[in-house]
């Protein structure tokens, strides 16, 4: 009989946080070079006389492109990202979700192998992941070049002085735009999108390990405790419940910042008496 592979030290939860709060500052960190950018330019603007003098023009074009350097420096900075982490972090991150719960099942971690249907599942996720981090790549761009086009239109008024605090307000670089066309800081989002995606990456590697490797189609949740099932919100409480793998799957995670948890019921394999969601 093969011993078990057991893993000490840090939970589940704590190695993601490493992946999280490294995804977060390596975000972070490019989107600094998007704010600075801006606040340099309006600087610059600051001390330039509006008018349409040789000197004004020298001032304004030597600003631009110095703004516009810093664009180049922003995207590759946020691609290099968002490209580790899709083709990095969340494989990685997805196995230690089926290590984790071969963990708590006392089976040896050497049963998770690549195999194709876990390398389709994780592809999957990152491509979906990479597109909505480029995504917002792509629209923090659009909005600094929005940014820099009222910048310079407003240098070629005739205005007795720059308004550089309309500009900021006009265009806060150091935000994003959700769908309702609500802002928030680019950390809050950062962290929200992160984590979710790290969260769902383990939880989802944890559903397809617990049918595949362990034989169960059972799981046991762990998560907050007012914490609703398909969003927090739902009556449908999810700790401390049973699910099948096919919801977990569905619904690897509630919303962002979830803490949900799957962990293997290996004592439940073959029962189908039981009904998905029942308090244990």
């Known amino acids: 009989m093969t011993t078990p592979v057991r893993r000490r030290g840090r939970t589940l939860r704590q190695r993601l946080l490493s992946f999280i709060t490294d995804g977060v500052d390596r975000l972070r960190s490019a989107w600094s070079i998007l704010t600075l950018a801006q606040t340099r ?15 004004t023009s020298t001032q304004l074009r030597a600003a631009i492109a110095v703004f516009n350097t810093s664009l180049a420096a922003f995207n590759r900075s946020a691609m290099a990202m968002a490209e580790r982490w899709a083709a990095t972090d969340l494989p990685v991150i997805y196995r230690e979700g089926a290590w984790t719960i071969l963990d708590n099942a006392l089976r040896p971690t050497t049963l998770f192998q690549w195999t194709d249907r876990h390398r389709a599942a994780v592809t999957g996720l990152s491509a979906q992941y990479y597109a909505d981090l480029t ?18 239109d407003m240098a070629r008024g005739d205005l007795p002085r720059f308004d550089t605090d309309a500009l900021r307000r006009e265009h806060p670089l150091g935000t994003v735009v959700y769908a309702n066309n609500a802002r928030h800081p680019v950390e809050a989002w950062a962290r929200a999108s992160i984590t979710w995606q790290a969260v769902t990456t383990a939880n989802t590697a944890a559903a397809r390990t617990a049918l595949g ?30 699910r099948t793998v096919q919801d977990a799957l569905a619904h690897p995670t509630a919303h962002p910042h979830c803490q949900r948890e799957l962990l293997p019921r290996l004592d439940l394999i073959g029962r189908t008496e039981i009904r998905s969601g029942a308090l244990l």
Do not use: K, M
């Open 135 to 152: 995504a917002r790549i792509q629209e923090a761009l659009r909005r600094a070049r929005a940014f820099l086009r009222a910048a310079q």
């Open 41 to 55: 330019l309006l600087n610059a603007l600051a001390r330039i006389r509006p008018g349409r003098t040789a000197s």
């Open 213 to 242: 490797e362990l034989g169960t189609e059972w799981v046991e949740i762990r998560d907050g405790a007012d914490c609703g099932w398909r969003q927090h919100s739902d009556p449908d409480r999810a700790n401390r419940t049973l």
